[in-house]
């Protein structure tokens, strides 16, 4: 079957950084995607990573390797508003999207 | 990427009654998908709208239960039908390229209770 596993909850301090986990295993890979959710709203993208290695866009970035089926996004310098959860989503063979039960990211001051 | 409105943003509805959620897309797109989000949960698709044709239903979704429109490229229906408690839940529609790494964008969301 295919399978998407993140942790359920993390802590961190405002100013830290945090690492984001996400190992998969699924029917063939397109692509991984990261999303953003504040509660009661809609997932908002952050970034896709399709070949190896570490794709950086501001505070975020998105690390993926294909051989290991895992992805880690690291969110630097945190803020109060990165309070959300983070979805890990994987694209299959079939370009079906497979979503992670997301990671619930508390922020501290 | 493309804008999308879904309406209704919220409704509370009694057991056995039907609720149609619409989404309207600001550009043409080939894909649009039907998901369920249970609190605390992530997510579930439902079912890909196919313009032109009969949507495609994951398992454990069925047409009747779900009855999709999709009457051009722009534009999408979701009925929950014959609602139970069980059906509260958020629903969202998304759009996006199979082949696209740009992501797949989202509908507000309707938020769905059932009394």
């Known amino acids: 079957g295919q399978n998407i596993d993140q942790p359920t909850e993390m802590t961190a301090t405002e100013g830290a950084i945090v690492q984001i986990n996400c190992t998969y295993q699924?029917?063939?890979?397109?692509?991984l995607f990261w999303y953003q959710q504040h509660a009661g709203e809609a997932p908002t993208f952050l970034s896709y990573?399709?070949l190896d290695g570490l794709e950086e866009k501001g505070r975020f970035s998105s690390f993926l390797s294909r051989s290991k089926g895992y992805s880690y996004l690291l969110l630097k310098e945190l803020q109060m508003k990165d309070s959300a959860s983070y979805l890990c989503?994987?694209?299959?063979?079939?370009?079906?999207?497979?979503w992670g039960a997301g990671t619930k990211l508390i922020i501290k001051p | 990427s493309a804008v999308i409105s879904q309406k209704p943003s919220r409704d509370i509805c009694q057991r056995g009654t039907s609720l149609t959620i619409q989404c309207q897309v600001d550009?043409?797109?080939?894909?649009m998908f039907w998901y369920r989000q249970q609190p605390g949960q992530s997510l579930t698709l439902i079912a890909t709208?196919?313009?032109?044709?009969?949507?495609?239903?994951e398992s454990g979704f069925v047409i009747d239960k779900f009855p999709i429109s999709r009457p051009n490229l722009t534009f999408s229906t979701l009925t929950v039908s014959n609602m139970s408690p069980e059906d509260s839940s958020i629903y969202l529609c998304?759009?996006?390229?199979?082949?696209?790494?740009?992501?797949?964008?989202f509908g507000s969301g309707t938020r769905l209770t059932v009394v």
């Open positions: 998304s759009v996006g390229k199979s082949d696209s790494g740009h992501g797949y964008t």
């Open positions: 989503a994987v694209k299959d063979s079939n370009y079906q999207l497979i």
């Open positions: 990573n399709v």
């Open positions: 550009s043409q797109v080939t894909m």
């Open positions: 709208a196919n313009q032109g044709s009969e949507a495609t239903y």
């Open positions: 699924t029917s063939g890979f397109n692509g």
